[in-house]
């Protein structure tokens, strides 16, 4: 029994070993695979001296936002990105970006997207996409809402397979994802209660980076139809107290299109989400509200 028990001890530790050796091999691998992440990385690092917008965020901005109607701009927007790794993302590259002159984010009126918050895949997808792709540690928030042991299962899994990398969003060259011209009244929204803290934080670090070297930080709380703004008729009072906070302590500019007449039913492909004439349409709004 003693000889049996010292052998899975040995075994045991042969692999931890080896798992550790060839972790390194397999965060290369992971860096280097072909999907959203890695391409939105690889076109900001090798145009840092020639982007002047960075459009970043979530769905909203990656789909809601037609970067085509500026000049020297690009869309760094993921889906079901939270504020956490937009601040980061913002204090990795802004430094190493002397030509910027303004950075656009979108505040929505559940603060986060919720979906990350409330399904574990979601979760999980945001944590090491984030960790292995960008090289952002795992968000707080997000690790208290995860089961340890499901967290390291869930990333060894997905440093091994195959199938994990690869791509499921084809953006166009300046990083847009269209949603095409369809029109629908679907629900899309996800509430994340308790995320207030977060975003405010979140955009503190995103105003004080900006400030620090000479960047516009727009926010802007994108537009939706109307029986999304039916029910959510205090979102401009709660966005504007975050922006109040932030703006006390670092400049920000801030607008508020939830509720702009400009943008009817007919130019939304579900709730929140612009279809390609409304995100032509908002974006070509931003670029005379904030004449850029």
């Excluded at 809601?64 to 927007?77: A, C, E, G, K, R």
């Excluded at 002397?98 to 945001?126: M, Q, S």
């Excluded at 703004?229 to 920000?252: E, L």
Aim: one cysteine or more; charged letters at 20%.
């Amino acid at each position: 029994m003693k000889h049996f028990l010292q052998d899975i001890l040995i075994t045991l530790a042969l692999g931890v070993g080896m798992a550790a050796l060839c972790m390194p091999l397999l965060k290369l691998h992971a860096q280097q695979a072909d999907n959203e992440h890695t391409e939105k990385r690889d076109y900001l690092e090798s145009h840092l001296d020639d982007i002047a917008i960075l459009i970043t965020g979530h769905s909203q901005s990656e789909s809601s936002m037609d970067p085509w109607i500026f000049d020297s701009v690009y869309n760094v927007s993921i889906t079901a990105r939270i504020s956490y790794y937009d601040a980061a993302l913002l204090a990795q590259y802004v430094p190493q970006m002397p030509h910027l002159k303004a950075v656009i984010y979108p505040l929505i009126c559940e603060y986060e997207p919720g979906t990350v918050f409330l399904k574990d895949d979601w979760r999980e997808n945001n944590l090491y996409n984030y960790k292995f792709y960008w090289g952002i540690d795992e968000a707080p928030m997000l690790m208290e809402r995860s089961n340890l042991f499901r967290h390291t299962y869930e990333t060894v899994s997905r440093l091994l397979s195959i199938q994990s990398g690869r791509r499921t969003t084809d953006y166009d060259s300046l990083g847009f994802f269209s949603l095409g011209d369809n029109v629908s009244d679907g629900n899309n929204v996800y509430e994340a209660p308790g995320c207030e803290p977060m975003v405010t934080e979140s955009l503190l670090k995103m105003a004080k980076v900006c400030n620090d070297h000479g960047v516009r930080l727009i926010v802007v709380t994108f537009p939706a139809n109307s029986t999304y703004r039916a029910s959510h008729t205090d979102c401009d009072s709660r966005m504007q107290k975050v922006i109040d906070h932030v703006a006390g302590q670092y400049p920000v500019e801030y607008h508020c299109y939830l509720n702009d007449e400009q943008f009817g039913d007919s130019l939304f492909s579900d709730q929140t989400h612009l279809n390609h004439r409304g995100a032509t349409a908002f974006a070509q709004r931003i670029k005379q509200d904030f004449e850029l």
